[in-house]
């Protein structure tokens, strides 16, 4: 049976977008992967790029509030920043909540340079890929 999980952070525009296409790339007959915002943007360029470079295609993913999942049932809500935490400790539907913290790159995109802001989102990626390889096992783990 295959495990819902929802990736939370605040715009929906860079770290969920990419959790949600790895957990899918990786996990897909383990995972049905969906992301959200608590402040929805849009997908970022730059987390399309990246993910480009590794071979998946999120072009076609778009920002979504946390709202439109209210209601459904979820194995897992994983938040991925800070803020997306303290608005959301508790997903009604949600059997656990678990919390793993990545920087923000489209904050750093912002404060540099073009070369700085597209090894701010390829480290983020390269984090996010890494930690979702060992999902099953934290889902399984988790508590």
């Known amino acids: 049976m295959r ?13 969920s977008q990419m959790a949600e296409a790895w957990a ?3 996990h897909g007959e ?9 402040r929805p943007t849009a997908v970022h360029p730059l987390a399309v790029a990246v993910m480009r ?13 946390l709202e439109e999942f209210l209601g459904q049932p979820f194995d897992a809500v994983i938040t991925l920043c800070g803020d997306a935490q303290e608005a959301c400790p508790a997903f009604p539907g949600a059997a656990r909540t678990i919390h793993r913290g990545f920087p ?14 597209l090894a701010a989102f390829r480290r ?6 890494a930690w979702i390889e060992g999902l099953p096992q934290i889902l399984d783990g988790a508590s």
């Open 124 to 129: 983020v990626r390269d984090e996010l890929r």
């Open 24 to 26: 899918r790339a990786l």
């Open 3 to 15: 495990r819902r999980v929802l990736f939370l952070c605040t715009a929906n525009s860079a770290r």
């Open 104 to 117: 923000d790159p489209a904050a750093a995109a912002a404060k540099g340079t073009p070369e700085e802001a």
């Open 53 to 65: 470079e590794a071979g998946i295609d999120i072009s076609g993913q778009r920002a979504k509030s």
């Open 30 to 38: 383990a995972i049905e992967a969906h992301s959200a915002g608590t």
